[in-house]
């Protein structure tokens, strides 16, 4: 199953290697090049095809906890001043993405959308310190009446040039369900109160939708 944001580039990409493929065998003599050459192309097309993958997730909806709100490994665990939403200290927990993992973001808890932004910016490597305030991002907040307000921040990496953010403000959502996606390299960062039980250590690989982040202490 491949997510929707994919299925544009996987036809093109489909058509020109298609049109690559016709130009090989009708310009190229030498059948080790050829043969080279189409295996090269395929070997793009089966990353193309990873890169936009959407496993199902079974999410076990528990207004207790947060989730990871994508694939990846915990880079960050520290006690941060969080100042464009809250305004005070926060914990904060972050996921970074490699290319090779799913780059589905789904919601960390269940709830009201009562915060939603778009921030142009730059592409510092995603696990730049300063990545969270100056990359191209966007920031969301959840409530829900267990857990409070969480939120969490797409963050675009050196790689990654464009944000999806499925996230309207007073709508209701789902915990685990898809809320956007990041294309290619990135990290999400999530800030959650001070009295927060994490969950998850440094360098811990975390799957979005099912991995527990942090519980309600």
Request: aromatic share 12%; hydrophobic share 45%.
């Amino acid at each position: 199953m491949f997510h929707k944001e994919g299925h544009k580039i996987i036809f093109f990409t489909l058509v020109f290697l298609v049109a690559l493929f016709l130009l090989i065998d009708g310009f190229i003599a030498q059948r080790w090049l050829q043969t080279l050459l189409e295996i090269t192309l395929l070997i793009f097309f089966l990353l193309i095809l990873q890169f936009f993958r959407n496993p199902k997730r079974y999410t076990k909806i528990n207004d207790n906890q947060v989730l990871a709100p994508v694939d990846g490994k915990v880079v960050v665990i520290e006690e941060v001043f969080e100042k464009e939403y809250f305004n005070d200290k926060r914990l904060q927990v972050s996921v970074f993405m490699s290319p090779i993992n799913v780059h589905v973001t789904r919601y960390p808890i269940g709830g009201k959308i009562v915060f939603s932004k778009y921030h142009p910016g730059k592409y510092l490597v995603a696990w730049h310190p300063k990545a969270s305030e100056e990359n191209e991002r966007t920031t969301v907040v959840v409530e829900n009446m267990t857990y409070g307000k969480v939120l969490y921040r797409q963050i675009a990496g050196a790689l990654a040039k464009r944000i999806v953010n499925y996230a309207k403000e007073n709508s209701k959502v789902i915990q685990g369900a898809d809320s956007g996606f990041i294309k290619f390299g990135s990290r999400v960062d999530l800030f959650l109160p001070l009295d927060t039980n994490i969950k998850v250590k440094l360098n811990q690989k975390v799957r979005g939708g099912e991995s527990i982040i942090a519980e309600v202490s």
